[in-house]
């Protein structure tokens, strides 16, 4: 059973040429030597999916060349695959127009992949949100899932709740039945600290947050976010409260862990961590912190986590000095 797993992001869920990172098999086998089980690999598929000259569809065969040889190595190497349609807006934008397209692009991708071993397993879609609310979703899903079981009867596949993938979504899930489907989530909280300085949030003039709060010396709101009045009260809380009830602790975190746990008891089934991390721009030793809480959080629920990522904004691994960065916080 996956435990401990990181994803390939930042590389293929981008439009090409992409956002320059790639991966290639060293990367496995560093990540395997390190002592991960399986990877998730976020693919864009709606920019590799192209037309042939006679008018049929194909998996653009310059990406396969490149994502196929990673699967293949993980397998060998005993780690399972999850192989993930990520990034998909155009159905979050207007579920009902690129509903055939998704269910489409699942039937090529499944046909083109059902001779691959049990061990990769297929994510219908990475944090659905916007438009395509859960209840929308789950027709569409089920969709997908019957035209993927026609060449894959047995293959595991893991499906997302709305709301970007949020816990507190469950209970608006509606699956179909079948034995061998997972239900994931994601978690980055403490939002504040998780995505300090990313320039795709609202969060990017915010600098300096460590974990656990309070800091030793008060952080001021950034003048670009003083408008953000849940934002002012939320700094307010990580300057002055103590304790585990300051926002930047693992209160919020430990909440959905926990709500994830009885959801899986009560099914009798296994409910993993798919995404969760801290961007590298926060300083090391509060992200060493934050990804041992995790760790530690859910493993002692029994909930399996994949980590983001492996050597982009939120990196496990420093491509540049080729050696781990949070080796400590997972297997020290």
């Given at each position: ?59 653009a ?30 159905l ?36 659905p ?5 859960t ?31 949020k816990?507190?979504?469950f209970d ?68 002055t ?14 909440h ?77």
């Open positions: 059973k996956p435990k401990r797993g990181f994803n390939l992001g930042n590389h293929w869920e981008a439009k090409p040429p992409g956002w320059g990172v790639t991966y290639t098999v060293t990367d496995v086998d560093q990540a395997a030597a390190e002592g991960f089980d399986h990877i998730r690999i976020p693919v864009g598929w709606h920019f590799y999916l192209k037309p042939t000259p006679e008018g049929r569809t194909q998996i065969p310059e990406t396969l060349a490149e994502i196929e040889p990673v699967i293949r190595r993980a397998l060998e190497k005993n780690m399972h695959v999850l192989l993930d349609w990520h990034h998909f807006y155009d979050d934008k207007d579920p009902a127009g690129n509903r055939e397209r998704f269910i489409q692009g699942w039937t090529l991708i499944a046909e083109h992949f059902k001779s691959y071993p049990e061990g990769l397993f297929f994510e219908l879609l990475n944090e949100h916007d438009k395509l609310t209840e929308i979703l789950n027709p569409i899903q089920a969709d997908a899932i019957a035209a993927i079981r026609k060449s894959n009867p047995k293959r595991t596949l893991v499906v997302s709740p709305g709301d970007w993938g816990v507190g979504e608006k899930l509606l699956l179909p039945d079948d034995d061998n489907i997972i239900v994931t989530f994601h978690c980055y909280e403490p939002f504040f600290f998780t995505h300090q300085n990313s320039a795709w949030t609202h969060l990017g003039p915010l600098k300096g947050i460590v974990y656990p709060g309070p800091p030793a010396t008060p952080v001021a709101v950034p003048e670009k976010l003083k408008d953000n009045a849940s934002l002012v009260a939320t700094i307010h809380e990580y300057n409260v103590q304790g585990p009830k300051n926002p930047s602790s693992t209160i919020k975190m430990t959905e862990l926990d709500t994830a746990k009885r959801w899986s008891e009560f099914f009798g089934g296994p409910v993993p961590l798919g995404d969760s991390g801290a961007i590298a721009a926060a300083d090391p030793e509060s992200r060493t912190r934050y990804v041992r809480d995790v760790k530690n959080a859910a493993e002692a629920r029994g909930i399996p986590w994949t980590m983001w990522d492996w050597k982009a904004k939120f990196a496990y691994w420093d491509p540049k000095a080729n050696k781990p960065l949070l080796r400590g916080a997972i297997f020290e």
